[in-house]
């Protein structure tokens, strides 16, 4: 009786044609011809501490794609319209942007671009193995300036009660006024650059770079990729804390200099150590006990066998659509106007009186670490004194442009970080003065110690009075996609109540010095 003999079935795989690589190469050079000046926006912030781990992100991700070839090679590509979609979401984004000038927003524009591009190339279910490289490039653009202000003002505040927290631990006295760190012989100022940003940016990047590349359950690599925000809060905490005991004993070269930012190296470093002996334990908790090496899923893809049956890819719709959209970003790219932005003529501050009677007022000069951080164009700073009992302080910063990292400051977000704590918050308006209008204000009491202020602010953009700092984004970006404009200015009045005055009168005095 004749067998039949067995036979075997060659493993399959796939590739491009050389017209598909054409195809996409075409499609990157479009990128970079579309998104040219959001690259050297991106560049550009790279240069800065917060953001100096961009340059790496880019290689990491080719990376993360070139280990996960094989497994792509066997897999058919069916193409999504969803990707073509979002391609065409990420040129709107850049059309935006590039309108408006505000280059945060076509930053990310670009990697919702190239998420589009491959998926509309891919598929979802090979764009699933490619989604990490892809997601990563997110970690290389910078933060809206509006979410970093905001971000560094709150571990400042963060960073300083943990630091003192750390400095009383070695029996030294010390006193915390909101970023100020008051250790009797010398003040500290936790200032932005001490907010734990420069290591918070790059440790996220390390922890998702890992969560990408351990082959461990999905619940631990999310509690890696989260505990880098704490990590970074208690270890910048450790840091100021360590600077302050230096400097209590050996004197301010501690909290400056070369010293400063070798102890800046040191922390990041032990960040890092932390992070990966978190992994470890969390590793061994779940019950893992492998190796860390065959953990490491840092496999690069082995050459293709020589038996292997491969298959030629077939050129998708999709694909060809998702270069029909580039093709068009690409011709919008090279036929929209250069937009010079507008700044209106307009008086510097130091012409504004000092004499709005029955007020007299005198100037004050902000100290450089201030104006380094606020990053304005203009600014006045005066105490006004008329027959009472106290004076009215008048501050206002403008901005001939908002588009780039400067933008106004919200007092909301400066007030608590000199010690103050806000006890009541409305909205208020200010009937008709000389300006033949009324004006909205946030009517904020803030206390530090015994000490009681009445503080009025409100930010005047472009001929509008707003109070809702959202709101302030809003119209920015439509002011600017309109009328190219973002010039701005925020205000603030500050008069303090002394012991026994009705909150009335402090409310009447500065309604009264608004009305001039």
């Not at 080719?62 to 090679?73: A, K, Y």
């Not at 907010?195 to 351990?214: D, K």
């Not at 860390?292 to 719709?317: C, F, G, H």
């Amino acid at each position: 009786m004749n067998s039949a003999a067995p036979t075997t079935t060659r493993p399959g795989e796939y590739s491009l044609s050389r017209l598909q690589w054409a195809l996409l190469a075409l499609a990157s050079v479009a990128l970079l011809v579309m998104f040219r000046g959001t690259l050297a926006y991106i560049w550009q912030n790279w240069q800065r501490e917060e953001y100096s781990h961009g340059f790496l992100v880019p290689v990491i991700s080719l990376l993360l794609l070139w280990q996960r070839r094989r497994q792509l090679q066997q897999m058919p590509f069916t193409g999504s319209w969803a990707g073509v979609a979002l391609a065409v979401a990420g040129i709107g984004l850049w059309f935006v942007g590039t309108m408006a000038a505000i280059t945060t927003i076509d930053a990310y524009g670009l990697v919702i671009t190239i998420a589009g591009v491959a998926l509309a190339l891919l598929g979802w279910k090979a764009f699933r193995v490619a989604l990490p490289a892809v997601a990563l490039l997110l970690l290389m653009n910078p933060i809206p300036a509006f979410f970093f202000n905001n971000l560094s003002s709150f571990l400042q505040l963060v960073s300083s009660q943990i630091g003192v927290a750390v400095i009383r631990m070695f029996g030294i006295s010390v006193f915390l006024t909101g970023n100020v760190i008051d250790l009797g012989t010398y003040q500290l100022q936790v200032v932005e650059a001490c907010s734990g940003l420069r290591y918070l940016f790059p440790l996220i990047t390390l922890g998702v770079i890992f969560a990408s590349v351990l082959r461990i359950p999905l619940w631990v690599r999310l509690v890696v990729v989260f505990s880098t925000v704490p990590i970074t809060i208690l270890m910048n905490s450790f840091r100021i804390g360590v600077i302050g005991v230096l400097v209590n004993q050996y004197g301010v070269a501690h909290a400056e200099g070369f010293l400063h930012d070798f102890e800046g190296w040191v922390i990041f470093m032990a960040c890092l150590a932390l992070l990966v002996l978190e992994i470890w334990m969390l590793v061994r908790l779940s019950g893992d006990r492998r190796p860390m090496r065959e953990i490491i899923a840092i496999d690069w893809p082995e050459a293709r066998p020589a038996e292997t049956a491969v298959t030629q890819r077939s050129l998708r719709p999709q694909l060809a659509a998702g270069l029909a959209v580039l093709a068009a970003g690409v011709s919008m790219a090279l036929t929209l106007p250069h937009r010079t932005e507008l700044s209106p003529q307009r008086a510097y501050f130091s012409q504004f009186p000092l004499q709005l009677e029955p007020w007299r007022g005198r100037r004050e000069r902000m100290e450089k670490q201030y104006l380094d951080v606020l990053q304005l164009d203009d600014y006045i700073l005066a105490d006004y004194a008329a027959d009472g009992p106290a004076p009215v302080n008048f501050y206002v910063a403008y901005y001939a442009s908002q588009r780039g990292s400067g933008a106004a400051h919200s007092p909301a977000s400066c007030l608590p970080g000199g010690g103050w704590r806000m006890t009541e918050f409305d909205r208020h308006e200010i009937p008709a003065g000389a300006s033949g209008t009324g004006v909205a204000v946030n009517r904020v009491i803030i206390e530090q110690g015994e000490q009681r202020q009445l503080v009025y602010y409100w930010f005047q953009q472009r001929g509008r009075n707003i109070t809702n700092e959202y709101l302030v984004k809003w119209y920015l970006l439509w002011d600017a996609l309109t009328r190219n404009r973002t010039d701005g200015a925020m205000v603030r009045l500050i008069t303090p109540l002394p012991r026994g005055e009705d909150v009335q009168a402090a409310d009447a005095r500065l309604m009264g010095f608004s009305r001039q």
